[in-house]
C-alpha cells in the first residue's frame, strides 16, 4: 500500500469540501466503512492511514482504499488587485478567460442533418502545461491582450484529490472488504485496534458500510417485532377461541432457525439483513402451516373421531397440500439464488432451508403437541 510522505501531509492546506456524500439503498455487502471527521486535513489523512494499515495486516482484506484518493499538487491563481486595475483587467474576465482555457466555451453550432454539435473553444492539448498558463491572454477593457501573469501570482500546494463530506461535515472514508470473513467479523477484528488510535481534540470516527446498514434495519424491524407477534397471537385467540391452540403454532415458530441455519451453512452465505428479513417472512409461512393443520384435525374431531384418529386423518389429508405448496415456493426462489447476487443469495436460501426442514419438522411437531394438549375428554369447539 502506497504510504502518503510525512513531507506531503505537513504542507496538506486547511480546505472545504462543498460535496456531500450520498447513499442510496443498502450498502456493499461485505464493506466495511470508517469515517474519519475532523477540523483538519493533516490529522483525517493521518488517522486514514493508520486504519489502512490495521486493515492490510488482517489476511485476505481487498479493496482498501478511502474516498480523497492521495493528494495531488494543485496550483492557486491568485490576482493582485492593484496590477489587474492597472491593466484595466477585472477578476470575473480572468475567471472567464481561466474557464475557457480549461473547460472551454461555446461559440457556436455545428448542423448535420437533423443533429446540432456544440463548437467549443479551449486550450490545445497541452492545456495542463502550467508554465504556459502563465502566459494566458487576458482581454482588458481597451481590448488589448494582458498575459495573467502581469496580474495574478501563482502558488503551488499539495491538497487531496477530492473531498467529500457527510451530514454537512467534511469526512473521509476508509473501506474494505475480506475473501471470507462477514463485515460484522472484519469489524469485530477492527474495531478494538481503530478504538486505540490516539483522536486528536476535535476528531471522531464512525462506523459506516454494511455494519453500519444492518444495525439500522435490524432496529426498524426489531422495533415492530414485538406489535406484529402480539397481532398474531390476537388473531389467532379471536380464530380459534382458544389458548391453547394459539400456543402450538407459536411453538412451531422458532423451528425456521434450525432450517435457515442449515441453509446458511451448506450454502456458505453470510448471516446479512436480508438473511434475517427472510426468517422474519417465514413466520408467516409456518404459522399458515399450523393453522391449516390445526384447523383440520378440530374438523375430523368435530365429525366425531377421537384425538388420535383425528390426527392421523389430517396429516394424511393436508400432507400433499403443505408440501406442494412449500416445493412450488423453494423453486420459485431458485432464480433468485442464482442471479440474486450477493444481496439476495442470502435471503433466497435461508427461506428455502428454513421451509424445507420447517414444514417437515412442523408436520410432526404440531400433531405431537396437538395430542399432549388435548385429550378425548375436551371439547372440540371450546378448546
Same mark, same amino acid.
Given at each position: 500500500?502506497?504510504?502518503?510522505?510525512?513531507?506531503?501531509?505537513?504542507?496538506?492546506?486547511?480546505?472545504?469540501?462543498?460535496?456531500?456524500? #450520498?447513499?442510496? *439503498?443498502?450498502?456493499?455487502?461485505?464493506?466495511?466503512?470508517?469515517?474519519?471527521? *475532523?477540523?483538519?486535513?493533516?490529522?483525517?489523512?493521518?488517522?486514514?492511514?493508520? /486504519?489502512?494499515? %490495521? #486493515?492490510?495486516?488482517?489476511?485476505?482484506?481487498?479493496?482498501?482504499?478511502?474516498?480523497?484518493?492521495?493528494?495531488?499538487?494543485?496550483?492557486?491563481?491568485?490576482?493582485?488587485?492593484?496590477?489587474?486595475?492597472?491593466?484595466?483587467?477585472?477578476?470575473?474576465?480572468?475567471?472567464?478567460?481561466?474557464?475557457?482555457?480549461?473547460?472551454?466555451?461555446?461559440?457556436?453550432?455545428?448542423?448535420? *442533418?437533423?443533429?446540432?454539435?456544440?463548437?467549443?473553444?479551449?486550450?490545445?492539448?497541452?492545456?495542463?502545461?502550467?508554465?504556459?498558463?502563465?502566459?494566458?491572454? +487576458?482581454?482588458?477593457?481597451?481590448?488589448?491582450?494582458?498575459?495573467?501573469?502581469?496580474?495574478?501570482?501563482?502558488?503551488?500546494?499539495?491538497?487531496? *484529490?477530492?473531498?467529500?463530506?457527510?451530514?454537512?461535515?467534511?469526512?473521509?472514508?476508509?473501506?474494505?472488504? %475480506?475473501?471470507?470473513?462477514?463485515?460484522?467479523?472484519? %469489524?469485530?477484528?477492527?474495531?478494538?485496534? /481503530?478504538?486505540?488510535?490516539?483522536?486528536?481534540?476535535?476528531?471522531?470516527?464512525? +462506523?459506516?458500510?454494511?455494519?453500519?446498514?444492518?444495525?439500522?434495519?435490524?432496529?426498524?424491524?426489531?422495533?415492530?417485532?414485538?406489535?406484529?407477534?402480539?397481532?398474531?397471537?390476537?388473531?389467532?385467540?379471536?380464530?380459534?377461541?382458544?389458548?391453547?391452540?394459539?400456543? /402450538?403454532?407459536?411453538?412451531?415458530?422458532?423451528?425456521?432457525?434450525?432450517?435457515?441455519?442449515?441453509?446458511?451453512?451448506?450454502?456458505?452465505?453470510?448471516?446479512?439483513?436480508?438473511?434475517?428479513?427472510?426468517?422474519?417472512?417465514?413466520?408467516?409461512?409456518?404459522?399458515?402451516?399450523? +393453522?391449516?393443520?390445526?384447523?383440520?384435525?378440530?374438523?375430523?374431531?368435530?365429525?366425531?373421531?377421537?384425538?388420535?384418529?383425528?390426527?392421523?386423518?389430517?396429516?394424511?389429508?393436508?400432507?400433499?397440500?403443505?408440501?406442494?405448496?412449500?416445493?412450488?415456493?423453494?423453486?420459485?426462489? /431458485?432464480?433468485?439464488?442464482?442471479?440474486?447476487?450477493?444481496?439476495?443469495?442470502? #435471503?433466497?436460501?435461508?427461506? #428455502?432451508?428454513?421451509?424445507?426442514?420447517?414444514?417437515?419438522?412442523?408436520?410432526?411437531?404440531?400433531?405431537?403437541?396437538?395430542?399432549?394438549?388435548?385429550?378425548?375428554?375436551?371439547?372440540?369447539?371450546?378448546?
Amino acid at each position: 500500500m502506497k504510504k502518503v510522505d510525512r513531507f506531503i501531509l505537513e504542507q496538506l492546506p486547511e480546505a472545504n469540501g462543498r460535496s456531500k456524500r #450520498m447513499s442510496l *439503498g443498502a450498502a456493499e455487502i461485505g464493506l466495511v466503512e470508517y469515517r474519519i471527521i *475532523g477540523p483538519n486535513v493533516v490529522g483525517q489523512y493521518r488517522l486514514a492511514r493508520s /486504519i489502512e494499515n %490495521h #486493515m492490510l495486516d488482517i489476511e485476505g482484506t481487498l479493496g482498501v482504499t478511502n474516498d480523497w484518493n492521495e493528494p495531488v499538487i494543485r496550483t492557486r491563481v491568485e490576482i493582485d488587485q492593484d496590477r489587474a486595475r492597472r491593466a484595466g483587467v477585472s477578476s470575473k474576465s480572468i475567471a472567464t478567460a481561466l474557464n475557457a482555457y480549461f473547460e472551454g466555451k461555446q461559440v457556436s453550432d455545428y448542423r448535420e *442533418g437533423d443533429k446540432t454539435i456544440p463548437i467549443v473553444f479551449r486550450g490545445d492539448e497541452n492545456r495542463d502545461d502550467w508554465s504556459k498558463i502563465r502566459l494566458l491572454p +487576458i482581454i482588458s477593457k481597451t481590448g488589448e491582450p494582458v498575459p495573467l501573469i502581469q496580474v495574478a501570482d501563482f502558488k503551488g500546494f499539495i491538497a487531496p *484529490g477530492k473531498f467529500k463530506r457527510y451530514n454537512q461535515e467534511r469526512t473521509l472514508t476508509v473501506s474494505a472488504t %475480506h475473501k471470507t470473513m462477514q463485515a460484522t467479523e472484519l %469489524h469485530e477484528k477492527l474495531w478494538p485496534l /481503530i478504538q486505540s488510535l490516539p483522536l486528536p481534540e476535535g476528531f471522531r470516527i464512525e +462506523i459506516g458500510g454494511e455494519v453500519e446498514s444492518s444495525e439500522k434495519g435490524n432496529q426498524a424491524l426489531s422495533q415492530y417485532l414485538p406489535f406484529a407477534l402480539l397481532g398474531i397471537i390476537v388473531l389467532l385467540v379471536l380464530q380459534f377461541n382458544s389458548f391453547r391452540r394459539p400456543t /402450538i403454532i407459536m411453538l412451531t415458530i422458532p423451528l425456521v432457525i434450525i432450517g435457515a441455519a442449515l441453509g446458511l451453512m451448506i450454502s456458505n452465505a453470510f448471516l446479512s439483513f436480508t438473511a434475517i428479513l427472510g426468517i422474519y417472512s417465514l413466520v408467516g409461512i409456518i404459522v399458515n402451516n399450523g +393453522i391449516v393443520l390445526i384447523d383440520r384435525i378440530d374438523s375430523e374431531r368435530a365429525a366425531g373421531m377421537s384425538v388420535r384418529t383425528a390426527i392421523i386423518e389430517a396429516c394424511l389429508a393436508r400432507l400433499r397440500p403443505i408440501l406442494m405448496t412449500t416445493l412450488t415456493t423453494i423453486l420459485g426462489l /431458485i432464480p433468485l439464488a442464482v442471479y440474486g447476487g450477493a444481496m439476495w443469495f442470502p #435471503m433466497a436460501v435461508v427461506i #428455502m432451508g428454513g421451509l424445507a426442514v420447517g414444514t417437515i419438522l412442523t408436520l410432526g411437531f404440531v400433531p405431537v403437541l396437538y395430542s399432549l394438549f388435548f385429550s378425548e375428554a375436551d371439547n372440540v369447539k371450546l378448546g
